[in-house]
């Protein structure tokens, strides 16, 4: 099992839940990744969100993902994208972006968010009582 099963099985899910801190009450909400790949997790948002405030106090998130019995989850930290080319792929590929007026990658509403180092696993139902032995992939 390594980072690569992972990011495959996120994209095939796509949607997750994200959590993030507000202080020190847990937020958790439903959100669509953009895409994993051998790097990590990429996200989008807009920088008005509560979310974004809570990422710039604490750049600590958890991801779960959840399909026909088989969760994965994903903890670790998060930044901030500022790079241009990446912002603009972003905004070609999600449309509802457009659809809410952000065109231009500079745009300062556009959050692009990247879960780049943590650790990742798998659980199923009959790993139930077996978590804390499962193992994990550090990326």
Same mark, same amino acid.
């Given at each position: 099992?390594?980072?690569?099963?992972?990011?495959?099985?996120?994209?095939?899910?796509?949607?997750? +839940?994200?959590?993030?801190?507000?202080?020190?009450?847990?937020? @958790?909400?439903?959100?669509?990744?953009? +895409?994993?790949?051998?790097?990590?997790? +990429?996200?989008?948002?807009?920088?008005?969100?509560?979310?974004?405030?809570?990422?710039?106090?604490?750049?600590? @998130?958890?991801?779960?993902?959840?399909?026909?019995?088989?969760?994965?989850?994903?903890?670790?930290?998060?930044?901030?994208?500022?790079?241009?080319? @990446?912002?603009?792929?972003?905004?070609?590929?999600?449309?509802?972006?457009?659809?809410?007026?952000?065109?231009?990658?500079?745009?300062?509403?556009?959050?692009?968010?990247?879960? +780049?180092?943590?650790?990742?696993?798998?659980?199923?139902?009959?790993?139930?009582?077996?978590?804390?032995?499962?193992?994990?992939?550090?990326?």
């Amino acid at each position: 099992m390594d980072l690569k099963e992972c990011a495959q099985f996120a994209n095939e899910v796509h949607d997750c +839940y994200l959590a993030t801190l507000d202080g020190d009450q847990p937020r @958790v909400r439903a959100m669509g990744m953009w +895409y994993a790949d051998e790097t990590g997790f +990429y996200f989008q948002s807009q920088t008005v969100k509560a979310l974004c405030k809570q990422i710039e106090k604490n750049s600590k @998130v958890e991801a779960c993902f959840f399909a026909k019995g088989r969760m994965l989850r994903v903890s670790g930290k998060v930044k901030f994208i500022t790079d241009k080319a @990446v912002r603009a792929r972003c905004i070609a590929e999600r449309k509802n972006l457009r659809d809410i007026g952000i065109t231009d990658p500079a745009d300062p509403l556009l959050a692009v968010f990247h879960l +780049y180092t943590g650790e990742a696993f798998f659980w199923t139902f009959k790993d139930s009582m077996k978590e804390a032995s499962l193992p994990r992939i550090r990326f």
